[in-house]
């Protein structure tokens, strides 16, 4: 299934309000941290798989910026794991 462009930005304003970083005990939200867009992008590339992998494989190609860029981590190790859930369950809405 190819999305619009209209149907990703919709997901990536979904993705900005609900899915977070977690860092410490600091929530970062998507939309706060510039990757709600990039996040959007990967999984509509790869929502033909299926919400579930579709979710994991997104969240591992996304990758984040630490120390000033010197050094970059997959999303999937800033993300907690309720928030893969609600990935998968916001990619089952849009699917």
Not at 7 to 26: H, K, N, P, S, T
Not at 40 to 50: F, H, K, S, T
């Amino acid at each position: 299934m190819t999305m619009t462009p209209d149907e990703i930005r919709e997901l990536q304003q979904a993705l900005a309000d609900r899915l977070y970083l977690q860092i410490g005990g600091w929530h970062l939200y998507l939309g706060d941290a510039g990757l709600a867009e990039a996040l959007a992008i990967e999984c509509a590339a790869r929502l033909d798989q299926g919400a579930a992998v579709c979710a994991r494989q997104a969240l591992e190609a996304v990758q984040v910026p630490i120390g000033g860029g010197s050094s970059k981590l997959p999303l999937a190790r800033l993300v907690p794991p309720g928030q893969l859930q609600d990935l998968e369950e916001l990619l089952d809405n849009h699917g």
